[in-house]
């Protein structure tokens, strides 16, 4: 659907017109948790070979060899976000074909355009969320995926609704990038020293006010901050609308005082105990539980965002073959699966999640219920260029 | 030593060689930069970021919601400046004045800190400043729970921290210059210390004062990463808010305005300082360093 | 000649003194102590045995080790060795050129001199890092398709492309220090003592020979003063290095900083602390070398002095 049409859907749902259900159902937001079922382990829609342990290990030169008679050269830069890959993986990656992958981590969706419309950033593969590809297509900064360079990636494998989020334009089958991961935006907290029940971004939001104060994060990010800002209200997580945005921004400044911290840097404050409560992503929520079980990932009940990342090449890159090499390597389902042990988010690949070990697979945080998910919704892509809640987020900042 | 009319001309072929590099280097990487943000700033933002050509006075009447942000950075400023104000110059005179031998090492060691990374000390900040570091102990001697990181507090330990030395450097060259005689006589007509202080010393290294003045200052107010490391987001400067308008919300024009009025504010309070300085009776140059 | 004051009076400014004295030591020790425990900190933390900086569990010097051998570490620190020693020279070069011709110059071109020095010390970091990039995105982009049809008209093969990279850092970093530079040297050269310069020229000394015989010695302080700025300034650089740097060639600032983001380990502390073990030893020497030299040079004096003394009337 087009914006157009999901704008009048959206009002309608405003208006009253139709219940959020319906809404949800209808504009595809929903199909959220449909999606989300075919993808978890233990559905019809995986293979049916899936070994109960796990075919993993570290992937080798059985499991992928570089293209023959191509010049990789020497370097290849990867911006992408923090704590995002396994070195191992990148590791392999150099030993297998002697090029050296230099990491570029990341804030925000928003920071890497602005380097990108700066230009000159030399940058060769990257890896943006689902709602940038309207912008990254439309100014040309991707390159269109040439899939005979990716022999190891079968697109059919994969999710077709996550999928989607990277054609440009939509409906064209042209496809920008394809899927690392997904995931959602909750909050994790310490139940060594939280002991109020924590289920909805509006505990969230009136415990930092209150029990916790000073000791919550919230990210340094205006899609997700202002977003479940939002959702507190009962509002939709991608809302644009001049009023709403106004009550969101009346939170987050009332609430302001009361962070420990406006970041998405939070595993430090969270490891260090500085901070109790923080709003979190899947892979950090997963990984902060593995080293510190008394931290429990939350999805608000209230709603949320659920999110893609994708793998992609930029535009007028140098180093071209290297690339695409590099996204060949992450297609084979046992090097996303060894990958994922490291990161600790959701795969896309259905042969990738069949490699995984049970218990990976029954990990809730990073395999959470569908029922979970049915209120999370997708970040449109007009809010990665919206002008009201960039200045929304700045005027939030400076107060 | 007269010069013939060749000579002259050879002496002036010889002054511009001699000032063509920097000249070259500041017109390229400073005045044409500064002529992109001023072009800049009259014009408007594209749909998705950037600079669209256009001519507008938009951005600059859009300035005041960003004072916040801009009074923060004054007020840290004008507080971190005194404080190192207050911190160094009694080192400095000490320094100076007392150290005897040992003074050129102890002046060394204030500098020795710069040599590690600024990043890696203010992060040594986070560590002693969270709470495993200092609040752990206020609160084992009973002072309970004390926030002391992502405070203005933090920002303002941050800054003094770093730019201490920039203050102590030109007070130490100023009042190393001073002539004993001039204290040992005012010591001598019997006048005591704080009004030796007061009449003798304070007045002769005004120029380092100034200097010192100026050093912190200025860059306190572009600053943005002591805000960004220990402020966590919640303190914000006007450099915090240039580093948003242009890597966040991408708002180039707008982002060049403030820019263009940063630079201004700073000068006019530059050259408000070294007149109101010199007005103490000196008429020699005031140099910065 | 002085007139006294009375005895008693001198004694009381003298012991108030010494407690003045030691509430200035006091006052000393302190703040070196407020200087140095974050980097006694970082030292500390080199040593870690655990992975994380911020909890101590036990000694060990794997970090170093781990330093040593990372490409990605020393590569940085090279770079930022390289683009320290690259504007040191450039900003002492030109800043001391520029100050002394602008000795020579008429008013308003000092003026106008001093009022873009001025700007350019002032300007904030951020402000220049942004302005500059956009200008070498555009410089570039205009730049390199010109030489590609130069050099294709030429038929000299592949054009060379020119980006960003240690250059455009160097080149950054130098305005700043240069401005830097030629304000200490013109300070200096205003102290100066111009009977000097002037006795040079009446014994028939060649301008060249007056400047680098006379001038430049008396200048040498403040030239090394700023190249030493000069040097520290672009080493310890972040906000501006992290603009105008090329992909691939960090400096030792950029390193860390993306290393905070992707989790501080104790190996960045074992950089910082060899870095200021590197430091501190050549201060040490160069200190022991100059105490050598003055000494040597207060015997000679003591020497002459005796003879003076013997000669004069």
Redesign the interface.
Known sequence: MDRAQFQNLYDDFRLGRIDRRTFLKASGLGMAAAIIAACTPGSSAAPSAAPSAAAGGEPTSADWSPPKGVDLGKTLYITTWPNYHNPRTIEIFTELTGVKVELNPLG?N??M???L?IGGTGWDVLVPTNYTFE?YG??GLLEQLDTAKLPNLDLSRYDQKLLANSEYPKGSGHHYGFNKDWGTTGFTYNKKHVTKPMTSWKDFFDLAQTDYS?KV?IH?Y?LTSIGNALVYYGYSFNSVDAAELAKAEELLIKV?PH?????SDYQ??MR???AWVAMTWTNDGAQLHADIPDIEYVIGSDGGEIWSDFYAVVAGTEHREAAYAFLDFMAVPKVQAFDASFHKAPLVDSAGIALQSDEVRGNKITYPDAAQLSKLEFGTAEL??N?AR??V???F??? | ?TRTGTGRWR?TFA??L??L???T??A???????V??FVFSFGG?A????YLPDFTFANYRELP??S??FINALWMATGGTILCLL?GF??A???AT??GAGR???L??????????????T??????L???GIPAWLDALGFGHV?L??TPFAVLLGIV?NY?PLMVFPLYVSLERLDKRLL??S????A??WATFRQVTLPLCSAGLLSGVILVF??I?????IPA?LG???V?FI?????????????WPF?SAA?IV??LV??AA?TVYLRVGSRGGQT??I??? | M????AAP??AA?DR??SW??RG??L??AV??L??????G??VL?SFNAGDR???LRGLSLRWYQRALEDPFAMGALQNSLIVGAWTALIAT???T??A???Q??SRSVRAV?DA?T???????????G???L??FV?AFGWLNPQLAAVWSAAGLGAPPTIGTGLHTII??H??FT?A?V???V??RL?GMDRSLTEAS?DLFASPFRTFVQVTLPQLRPAIITGALLAF?FS??D??IASFVAGPGKPT??MY??SS?RRG?TPE??AI??M??TV??TM?IVV?LIYRRSSRITAAQRAAEGADAEVTAP
Request: net charge neutral; hydrophobic share 55%; proline share 5%.
């Open positions: 925000s928003e920071e355009l602005a380097k419309l912008t439309s100014k000073g994060t340094d205006q302001k962070l420990f911290a406006i970041t430090p404050p260090a105990e500085d990665l260029t002008e960039a200045e987020w700045a005027r900042k400076s107060a | 030593m002496s002054t511009v001699l000032l590099p920097s000249a280097w500041y390229l990487l400073l005045l044409v930069p500064l992109i943000l933002r749909p998705e970021g950037g919601t960003r916040t942000a911190v009694p080192l005179y000490y320094l007392r150290a050129t090492l102890l060394v060691l204030v500098i020795v800190p710069f040599w590690t990374s600024f990043l890696i000390r992060y040594a900040w986070l560590t002693i969270g709470n495993n926030v990181l992502n921290y201490l040992e006589a010591k001598d007509l019997g005591g210390r200025i860059p107010m572009g600053e943005y990463i490391l966590g987001g919640k914000f450099g915090n808010a240039l580093v948003d308008l242009f890597l966040q919300s991408r708002n982002g820019a940063l630079i700073i000068l530059v020699r140059e140099s910065l360093l | 002085t007139v006294p004051a009076q001198r400014i108030a003194g003045v004295d200035f030591r006052q000393a703040l070196y407020f200087l140095y425990v974050p980097i900190l970082v933390f900086t911020g909890e070069t030109f800043g050129l520029a002394l011709a602008l020579r110059t001199f873009i001025y700007v350019a010390i002032i300007i904030p970091g951020i402000v220049i942004i302005a500059t956009i200008f555009n080149a950054a130098a305005l240069m830097i030629s304000v200490l013109r300070a205003a020229f520290t080493f310890d972040y906000v030792l600032p860390v900083f905070i501080i960045i502390n910082a602390s870095v200021l430091t501190v201060l200190g």
